[in-house]
């Protein structure tokens, strides 16, 4: 029960930390830009993008990976043109209701300050030890999946500094609960 409590504190401190940061201080939006004109991009994805999914343009099939002709033609548009990651997901009837985000985001938080709570009540480490563990989850888990974004499909660095932020902060204070919880006697 301990851990439960502890997850679900650190859970409540990254759920409102993510709200500060994307609703209060422009951290949660860094990197995201305002198209030019933007009723002709999304006119040009309805046509060229048809079905949900991650795109990659200037795009090669990786079956023609083996095709130097293939693949030089490929890389000459790579060279002329910008690199363009798109997720291309549903329709949204009414975006105004984030209810079931927010209720997924919760959900998600509470699982991952849930690990973060089993793992460190598993050690013998101070309250500071156990705050810098929690801070550490947070730059991890930047690491596995921020970081190839930024390598591979060139995500841009503002976002990737953005989201490390949030994730470092949000982290280091759910460390904060999640360290007095466990360290409480019981």
């Given at each position: 029960m301990?851990?439960?409590i502890?997850?679900l504190?650190?859970?409540?401190v990254v759920?409102?930390?993510g709200?500060?940061?994307?609703?209060l201080?422009p951290i949660?939006?860094?990197?995201m830009?305002?198209p030019?004109?933007?009723?002709?991009?999304?006119?040009s994805v309805?046509?060229?993008?048809p079905?949900?999914g991650?795109?990659?343009?200037p795009h090669i099939?990786?079956e023609?990976?083996?095709?130097?002709?293939a693949k030089?033609?490929?890389?000459?548009?790579?060279?002329?043109?910008?690199?363009t990651f798109?997720?291309?997901g549903?329709?949204?009837?009414?975006?105004a209701?984030?209810?079931g985000?927010?209720?997924?985001?919760?959900?998600?938080s509470y699982l991952?300050?849930?690990?973060?709570a089993l793992?460190?009540a598993a050690?013998n480490?101070?309250?500071?030890q156990r705050v810098?563990g929690s801070?550490g989850?947070?730059?991890?888990?930047?690491?596995?999946?921020?970081v190839?974004?930024?390598n591979?499909?060139?995500?841009?660095?503002?976002f990737n500094?953005?989201?490390l932020i949030?994730?470092?902060v949000?982290w280091?204070?759910a460390?904060?609960v999640i360290?007095?919880w466990l360290?409480?006697?019981?």
């Amino acid at each position: 029960m301990r851990y439960v409590i502890a997850a679900l504190l650190g859970a409540i401190v990254v759920f409102l930390w993510g709200f500060v940061a994307h609703m209060l201080l422009p951290i949660g939006e860094m990197g995201m830009r305002k198209p030019v004109n933007e009723d002709v991009v999304l006119q040009s994805v309805s046509a060229g993008l048809p079905q949900q999914g991650i795109y990659l343009l200037p795009h090669i099939d990786p079956e023609k990976m083996g095709d130097e002709a293939a693949k030089k033609a490929w890389s000459d548009k790579m060279a002329q043109t910008q690199f363009t990651f798109v997720a291309v997901g549903p329709k949204i009837a009414n975006p105004a209701d984030m209810s079931g985000n927010l209720v997924k985001q919760f959900i998600g938080s509470y699982l991952a300050a849930l690990i973060v709570a089993l793992m460190l009540a598993a050690t013998n480490w101070s309250f500071g030890q156990r705050v810098l563990g929690s801070l550490g989850f947070g730059v991890f888990g930047w690491l596995t999946n921020i970081v190839p974004l930024w390598n591979w499909y060139r995500f841009p660095d503002d976002f990737n500094i953005g989201n490390l932020i949030e994730q470092g902060v949000g982290w280091l204070l759910a460390g904060l609960v999640i360290a007095w919880w466990l360290g409480r006697r019981r």
